[in-house]
């Protein structure tokens, strides 16, 4: 970290926020987020590297999982943080809307459009203007699976989708469940159809859905489902069937696969699979913890779809001047090679040494983001308004978790996932 920040003085490439000539002295910056525990010890180091730079003092604040609520009653409160992190693509153009956010500085801007790919700018950007500086990210296009499993099985990890309905069914022939998912938390399915879509309509088709410019019914939603209905409907590919699958909450299903007792042989989603793998059931990655893409699906490319949070600085903070300053550091690869290096952590900025990952896993997985460049896509639901695509029990959690219990009529689930869509959207 001393070298990053001794580089950033210096003025590098990439110029931090400013020399530590205590232009920030006295100062502090209100940082809210949903980080907690390691994540949010991980986050304080990069603001005290900040601190570090330019002599102002940092407060990381715990805003809970609805931050929506939670930074609307600080505004109302007038105790509005300087700088919020926002987990939602969906959110940012809430506050957006709402009047809550200030545009980014020439200075902000300038970093992102240099060490990000262009479509991360855009999902910062309402209208015209760029309010959101995507921070921390996730690979949401990676499927964990036991090595042990698959050797014992005599497969390898498969290119294709097709190959790995096949390879599941030779894996589950050997005595081990292909599968364990997480049907109980409904957005874990949500990832498995965004991946096939992705995949098999492409990203235009995939713009149009998030945005619901196209109707759930079109023929490419019913050929995804049917494509996820060929795995969904297999009793034998998934770890106590369809039916367990949806008692089985997404922490169980990790530790199904990883855990001391395993059930299963795979599990997808997100890179942060390994890092549950490695804290809980101390697992190696890379040894006995590992991944391979998301495969691609017919004809398509191989998917990459991502998550992540991004960096807004609030209008009604009393500090918006240092906010921003911290929003111009964070843009920077030293920010982001500070976290990088104490683990857990994927960023999207570009240039930031993917030597900074402290192991070949989570590299692999980093390297993977970066180099999707313009094609890697948002989370389609957390694009969506929340009733629709982020609220349990119903929407497209609820319709998701209703067509693994029962995959046979895809026609039919779309149909009433575009009903949900349309009142959803309607109110947004």
Sequence with gaps: MALALGATACGG??????????????????????????EAKNFQKVLDAFSEETGAKTQLVASGDNVSTFVGSKIEGGQAPDVAMVPQVGVVQQFAQKGWLVPLSSKAEMETT????????DYGTVGTKFYGLYFKAANKSTVWYSPDALDQAGVKPPKTYAEMLKTAGTVSDSGTPA???????????TDWFENVYLSQAGPG??????????????????????TLGELFGDKNLLYNGSAGALRTDFPTSVEQVFGPEPKAAMVYEGDFVGGIAKDQFDRTLGEDAKFFPFPAVGKGDAPVVSGGDAAVVLKDGKNQKAGMKLLEYLATPEA???????????????????????DDTTRAAAKELVDAGDTVRFDLSDQAPASFGGTKGTGLWKLLQDFLGDPSDPKATAAKIETAA???YSKS
């Design 13 to 38: 490439d990439s110029p931090g926020p400013a020399s530590n000539d205590g232009e920030l002295s006295g100062q502090t910056v209100t940082v809210s987020a949903v980080w907690t525990g390691v």
């Design 114 to 121: 240099r060490n990000f790919a262009g479509v991360w700018k």
């Design 179 to 189: 599968f364990a998912v997480g049907g109980e938390d409904g957005w874990t399915l």
């Design 205 to 226: 088709k995939y713009d149009k859905l998030a945005s619901h410019d196209m109707p759930w019914t079109d023929k490419s939603v019913v050929e995804a489902l049917e």
């Design 336 to 358: 982001a090679a500070i976290w990088a290096e104490a683990g857990g952590f994927l960023s999207p900025n570009k240039e930031l040494d993917l030597e900074s990952y402290s």
């Design 422 to 424: 349309k009142k959803a």
